[in-house]
Nanobody, 123 residues
Framework: QVQLVESGGGSGQAGGSLRLSCAASGYTASTYCMAWFRQSPGKEREGVARICNGGNPYYADSAKGRFAIAQDSAKNTLYLQMNSLKPEDTGVYYC?????????????????WGQGTQVTVSA
């Protein structure tokens, strides 16, 4: 059973930084992707950043140049470093995982989810 537990959310000021962590356990597939999603107030959940098997990351346009996704395989932990925060980054951030290949998009097919962590950015 895959388990994902996020931490590191909180409040920050515009222009500041926050780092989210996601501790992962229980998966054994050699081919997998992990991603960060967020759900902002009044909006649908959207993909923010993705990394597969430690390869090149993929970022949504809203995250490019400001956020960085990284994996520490030894610790089974996924990170999201968020810099130059904006008020529109406010939302609940979720860690997610998918196994296998052949999906139609970078943020499609995730079936393992963490409980979410709140990020609030003030102007």
């Amino acid at each position: 059973q895959v388990q994902l537990v996020e931490s590191g959310g909180g409040s920050g000021q515009a222009g500041g930084s926050l780092r989210l962590s996601c501790a992962a356990s229980g998966y054994t597939a050699s081919t997998y992707c992990m991603a960060w999603f967020r759900q902002s107030p009044g909006k649908e959940r959207e993909g923010v950043a993705r990394i597969c098997n430690g390869g090149n990351p993929y970022y949504a346009d809203s995250a490019k140049g400001r956020f960085a996704i990284a994996q520490d395989s030894a610790k089974n932990t996924l990170y999201l470093q968020m810099n130059s925060l904006k008020p529109e980054d406010t939302g609940v951030y979720y860690c997610a995982a998918r196994m296998g290949i052949g999906y139609s998009g970078p943020f499609i097919g995730y079936n393992y989810w963490g409980q979410g962590t709140q990020v609030t950015v003030s102007a």
